[in-house]
T-cell receptor
Framework: DTGVSQNPRHKITKRGQNVTFRCDPI?????LYWYRQTLGQGPEFLTY????????KSRLLSDRFSAERPKGSFSTLEIQRTEQGDSAMYLC???????????FGQGTRLTVV | AQKVTQAQTEISVVEKEDVTLDCVYE???????LFWYKQPPSGELVFLIR??????QNEISGRYSWNFQKSTSSFNFTITASQVVDSAVYFC???????????????FGRGTQLTVWP
């Protein structure tokens, strides 16, 4: 499978716990994006990377959220001290720098109880 | 600011009917890109089409067609002879350039849930 891969697919956590999600983009894609989607809404931008550089962060990305892409390949999104409002689908996408088509993964569904 | 409006929350049609999904966008950029994505129940967003702001030609791909009109800031999507497998949530999205000619962030509408009944 050469598409965007996200793990885990589902995560249930207790409020206050930390969680980390992983995204493996399509090989050779320079850009990697994180989005959050809540029920009945369209995806909302969180942040994106070009190689290992984080180029933009949304105001949605509070201090409890941190994203990394240390070697310009896979990326991790960590949420500290989770809150019930963090329950959502977290989507990752990747794209070539010179190509404007973004490919999405199947997402990680987070449930905070 | 960039904004995408999909006024139709849900649409139900019977198989073989034609259906049009509306999308209206707002942007101050002169160069931008418009997209449609399909999200089946599995959750993955499937890319359908990309148009840039300089290309107003309508496009047809099989049963799918898109009507881009800058004068009304609309980018509507029509499915001809709908099928049950077309049932999904459809999102319209807008992107700015994000520096140079590369893809910036995507701004999505709230989506339209299309249900096609047999």
């Amino acid at each position: 499978d050469t598409g965007v891969s996200q793990n885990p697919r589902h995560k249930i956590t207790k409020r206050g716990q930390n969680v980390t999600f992983r995204c493996d983009p399509i090989s050779e894609h320079n850009r990697l994006y994180w989005y959050r989607q809540t029920l009945g809404q369209g995806p909302e931008f969180l942040t994106y990377f070009q190689n290992e550089a984080q180029l933009e962060k949304s105001r949605l990305l509070s201090d409890r959220f941190s994203a990394e892409r240390p070697k310009g390949s896979f990326s991790t999104l960590e949420i500290q001290r989770t809150e019930q409002g963090d329950s959502a689908m977290y989507l990752c996408a990747s794209a070539f720098t010179s190509n404007t088509e973004a490919f999405f993964g199947q997402g990680t569904r987070l449930t905070v109880v | 600011a960039q904004k995408v409006t999909q006024a139709q929350t849900e649409i139900s049609v019977v198989e073989k009917e034609d259906v049009t999904l509306d999308c209206v966008y707002e942007t101050r950029d002169t160069t931008y890109y418009l997209f449609w994505y399909k999200q089946p129940p599995s959750g993955e967003l499937v890319f359908l089409i990309r148009r840039n702001s300089f290309d107003e030609q309508n496009e047809i791909s099989g049963r799918y067609s898109w009507n881009f009109q800058k004068s009304t800031s609309s980018f509507n999507f029509t499915i001809t002879a709908s099928q049950v497998v077309d049932s999904a949530v459809y999102f319209c999205a807008l992107s700015d350039k994000g520096g140079g000619s590369t893809l910036g962030r995507l701004y999505f509408g709230r989506g339209t849930q299309l249900t096609v009944w047999p």
